[in-house]
């Protein structure tokens, strides 16, 4: 803090002074800056913490990188062994830590809550536990043995209290989750599967199966680094109604409508089952309407002869959407012996009985529940189907929501309580394996947040106080010493401090992972696979009789379930499918869309009135949707500080109505579409096209050195686009490193987005996707460098097309002579508009651009010489107590290792389709890719010699459906 800034703060007064600087603090408040800090931390010098987040109904460990106190971005862990990167959902929670709209106070009937009047409710709550009252507990899906035991223990206090699960949308994995006893879990072994049939399950987008990096290594030509020729690939087939983002890079695709995705399943059972046991009778199919076509049952029949021919290395996953069809997909694969190889069967403790959201509005009624806690479990009273019901009985009891932001269903509560974020809180989760993942706080809460193992924790205590982090004598809230026992209980180690030391570290427990089945359980529930029927019934013929429009909805690719509609990160992200950004946006074939009065292949908006209540959303023609069939997403509408005019696209809405009336379509009478207002940037369609990378390319590029050279380090970059599927994993990593500030829904129309980086989207007839991240390309004969008046863009000695921000003047003529369109210009201070939002946020060591600064994708090049600069370390460290000027390093000392050095993109990736290094180094991986018959550049003929490269894409065809 300057001089000047600090007597601005002193004049501000006292009120300035609890609005500002606190929030930065760790352990406690200082107005300036401390004169002698802790050991750790350096100025400038990230210090990261291993911690936690729970994602899809699973956690998984993250590290929080913090600057002086402030968590920065979020990086994956790269000892955990269920495979690195981190998705972009993940890295832009971090956004949410620092939300202004978030819940700031205690609120009883809407209006803030004096310090004494909540501590005598919470004591009387407190009370009413110990007595014996009828006390209600409303959660999220959760597999948290912290939270297990705290809830036994009150269990065991009051037998009268009553728990109950809630989430707006089934947790990815529950599907065939329905299929196995509670306490038996699976695992995918993706390394040992050869041949993966996915039924509308997007594993590749949201992951509790397996290791993701199994499947890219088993299915990449030349292995997971490069190194290797695959010749015994993966082949994955998928059939689906919607374009997910497994379809999309499936090796052969079918659309097939949720409505008669068992009549498929019934086809191919009926079909192994005749293969596999030819001397019995086959049993004919049901007559359903309409009928598989012809085409459809020669891709049954050559699917099911493949996964016949791979017997052990063969498997079929079934999406949450589904969990009626789970029985049989657990019996084909037995049949494909597929348990005990590529899928394996653990074994879980036991979870405490609980009910449903229907089970607590009827006990609320019966006077069952006295006092009902709703601890974070989203929003019902807006998502579910019983929303009006929900709030009617919370306003006739005495309701505690405890949530981050004040919503539909805080107002319909007595008493609404702030939640503190994951990074602010303590506690303990399990992975989809089973270890135990470490929740530990890397701040203090901002906004006095209150996680829901401190409510617990008071409503246990003996004094019958909340006691957080805040009010706490040494700022260490009781969940802490909670969390302890919980893992000294499961581990049991010799020296607790030390284990507890190193799991903090770690992040996770690998002691703790689920066991495997014995071979006798294995067996018996094999027996009980075994007399699961092969015929499976088909819920919506009549539906489909009447001709109805089919609705699915799922889960927006942005915003999730709605639980994201808050971040403006993940707002302003296009749509991995349609491309829109904020705004609601749905999918229809082409075919459809025409049938609907659609004029043109561009997106129109959509409006589409039930039963007393419409939805509005943009609808976009994207091939290879099964026909007849809408997708919706859902998570839009409600409360909400951040976006503007999404009220009306509230698919919880239409759904509850839907399910009251037809359950599965409407009429086209009842969808009408209107042209948009202008066709804008905001919406990035789809193409329809080959990719730009199919064609070989003629002759191989020549190598270009550019006059003065290094000739140790020359930087280059490759993407894979056999593995890229458009997750927009590298644009959120990229904005949290590069402070790339949001510019919102009216900049994006207009053509002002400031990502660095853009993923452009082309399709094939069939519903194929290739996703093609462009950045700067880091041209080596870079045409914006030869018409910079000022010469802002330089290039460096290490083959890298850099900015010199304090030059640029804006005239933009390198934006108009880039043929990749990969550069961005400052229309407006951006970042002095929403540094309310994201002033504790930004990186220090990257600078922030002003109003009418050009600027681009630079290959994170503070990383790069952060790692030079921690590689000269290490080197000093190795000869302790002699100066610099004694020792003796020769040049391939000072080279830094292969991998040292990585970009933000390249670190965040979770299907591992980034490679960067060196080119100069002939055993470095972006060597060994550059060398591939696979890579190609962007726009040859220009000449520019681009130093980012591209793997054209590589599937894996069936030889016997190419004919």
Known sequence: MTRRSFIKWMGAGAALVGVGLPACRRVEKYLVPYNEGPEWSVPGVETAYATCLTIGGSAQPVLAACYEGRPVKLLPSLQYPEG????????????????????????????????????????SWSRNLRDGGAIGILLPPMDSPLMQSMLEEITRKNPRVRIYHYAPVPVPGSGMQAGLPPEVRFRVRFSRAKRILALDCDFMHENPYGNTRDFIAARSPEGLHYQEE???????????????????????????????????LEELSLHIAGKKFPSQAPQPPRRVHP????????????????????????????????????????????????????????????????????????DIRQKKVDIVFLMDPGNPV???????????????TESIHLGMYEDETSRACRWHLPAAHSLESWGVERDCRGRFCYRQPVILPLYGGISSEEVLSGLLSTKGQLITADNSPTHLSPVYHRARKCFERAINPENKTAAWTQALQRGYSEETAYAPLSPQEEQSLGTMMADTPLTVSSPSGEALEKELLELQFCPDYSIGDGRWKRNAWMQECPDPVTGVSWAASAQISPATFLRLSGTGSGPML?????????????????????????????GYGGMNHVAENQWNSNGYELLRREDKTTGYGISPEQVTLRA??????????????????????????ASFTPPGADTVYQWKMAIDTARCIGCNA????????????????????????LDWIRIDRYFTEEGALTAVPVACQQCGKAPCESVCPVNATVHTTEGLNVMVYARCWGTRYCATNCPYKARRFNFFDYAKASEKATRLQRNPNVTIRSRGVMEKCTYCVQLVERAKIRHKSRLMKEHPGQPSTSLHVTDKDLLLPDGAAQTACQLACPMGAITFGNVLDPSSAISRTKSLPRHRNLLPAMGTEPGTGYLAPARNPNPAMEQ
């Open 291 to 362: 009928p598989l076509t012809e085409r459809e049952l020669a891709w049954v029949r050559h699917c099911g002869d493949d996964l016949l021919e791979h017997p052990g290395e063969s498997l079929i996953l079934l999406g949450e959407n589904h969990p009626e069809l789970s029985g049989c997909v657990w019996k084909l694969n037995r049949l494909l012996g597929a348990i005990g190889t590529c899928i394996q069967l653990l074994k879980a403790p036991a979870s405490l009985p609980h009910g449903t959201l229907d089970d607590l509005i009827r």
């Open 606 to 634: 959509c409006t589409i009135t039930a039963s007393g209540g419409r939805m509005e959303v943009i609808l976009c023609p994207v091939p290879g949707v099964a026909e007849n069939l809408m997708v919706l997403p859902l």
């Open 84 to 123: 690195t990167g981190l998705s972009a959902t993940a890295q832009a929670s971090i956004l949410d830590l620092y939300d202004p709209g978030r819940s700031k106070h205690i609120l009883f009937n809407g209006n803030p809550a004096s310090e004494d009047e909540f501590r005598g409710a919470f004591s």
């Open 730 to 753: 590298c644009m959120i990593a990229c904005r949290a490193e590069n402070n790339i500030p949001v510019v919102g829904r009216d900049q994006m129309a207009k053509g002002r987005a």
């Open 230 to 264: 695959n010749r015994n690939r993966t082949r994955l087939y998928a059939v689906e109604g919607r374009v997910s983002l497994t379809g999309a890079h499936a090796d052969h695709r079918l659309p097939v409508s949720p409505a008669r995705l068992a009549v498929f």
């Open 382 to 396: 807006l998502d579910s189907g019983h929303g009006g019901e929900l709030a009617e009985v919370l306003k006739g």
């Open 676 to 701: 948009l207002p202008e066709r804008t940037e905001a919406i990035q369609s789809p193409v329809v096209q080959s990719s730009p990378l199919s064609a070989p390319e003629s002759t191989a590029p």
